[in-house]
């Protein structure tokens, strides 16, 4: 009889570079393939979400010919079942990073099943680049440069010949939520995944270092929710980058997302907990009315509602306006990063946790490299700075079509601006600037925390 081995799927949905896949294959003749549809996710999960994730199996699913097992139910239960099932000497699957995953593999490890893992959905796994003195880094600057002096390994090939064990109807249950949830969402799977990459280096990628923070034009790869369901590994990625600007920029962003998962890896608290203990001492506002306009795109400021419709409709925003809505809510709003975090993560199709809040804590001025000055984003300068023809602003919001790119950043200051039903400013940016700097006076002259 020939020897079978389980390979579970979680974020690192591809055959290509995937050396987990590769030492299931080394070890058995054939391959369970599996995704777990853990009840967890489909709770979790907006509508954009679960029909990017629907997608995103399918088109692996296609990828081995109609073999991929998808079974709902607690990972326990459904690990322990398929293993008998099949008569598996072993469950082969990458090693998770994210607390979530970490808590699962606690789990699975007290009930008693065995996982065999291998690498990361990271170029180098978090945890490994350490300061001389055998600390993590707290500062992004030194981590990159230790990061990039580590390097890492030559991406690897798909398997050759996979034999892959063909379900019964009943464990190929692929959930249709791409059709049924009506959403638009960009196309997902490895094969898009590379042909996104490979269109954006040949297209935008040398112009990348200025591009970047134009939201109204194509000027970022949208690899992201490729990346966080690990449908290309960041190593195949980095291998094709070479030493112009714009690619070194584009380096710079992917070493983000590895600072970041490392930071998470050394404080887990952070995911939900400041990352400066101090900022919990400050004193914030209840989401009220405010917060509900804000998650909305009523605010009054185009260039804040654009981007806050854009995540509404599309499922991700741009980095530059990911900063700006995350420091109108902090700085202007005085709400908790948390309740913004919360809202992204529920929408995004690329949420993770890890560059998610500490994206926005280090924009609310809690998180790591804080800057020697509290920087408040001026919402009406970002757009005049960064969108000045409105551009993204008209795309999002039909009320501001009719006007010019010098009216659109402050529409309630012409006579027409309003006319077409778009809301007054529902604060004043030059008093809650102040505001927020009198409250972050009041912490700085508290006793410091110690970090946890
Ligand atoms: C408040 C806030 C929340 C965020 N939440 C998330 C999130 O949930 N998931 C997520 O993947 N990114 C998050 N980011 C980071 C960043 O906005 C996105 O990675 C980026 O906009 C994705 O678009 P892109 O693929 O076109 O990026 P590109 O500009 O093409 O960059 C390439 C890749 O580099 C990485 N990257 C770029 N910028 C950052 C950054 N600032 N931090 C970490 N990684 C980065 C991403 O993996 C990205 O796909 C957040 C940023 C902020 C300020």
Redesign the pocket.
Known sequence: MSKRAIFWFRRDLRLSDNPALLAAFDEADEVVPLFIMDDEIAKRAGAHRRAYLAASLKALDTSMNGALHVLSGDPVEVLTRLKKKYGATSIHCAFPFAPYGNELDERLKKAGIELTQLGSGYAVAPGRVLKDDGTPYRVYTPFYRAWSAHGWRKPVSAPKDPKWVVPTKADHKLPDWDKSEKVEVQEAGEVAALKRYKD?IKRASDD?GDA?NIPGIEG??????H??WGEIH?RTMLNVLGQNKGHEV?RK??A??E??ADVLHNNPHTSRDYYDAKFKKMRYDKPGKKFEAWCEGRTGFPFVDAAMRQLVKEG????RT??V??SFLVKDLHIEWQH??NF??KY?I????A??S???Q??AGCGTDASPYYRVFNPIEQGRRFDPDGVYIKRYIPELAHLSGDDIHEPWTVIDGLSKGYPEPIVDHAKERLESLARLEEIKAAKPIKPN
């Open positions: 954006f990348y970047r970022t790869s949208r690899m992201s929710p990346l966080r960041p584009y962003e992917i983000w997302r600072f970041y991700w925003m741009h980095n990911r900063m809505v995350a913004g975090a992204f993560m995004l690329d949420n993770d946790v560059s998610n500490h994206g926005w280090w924009t």
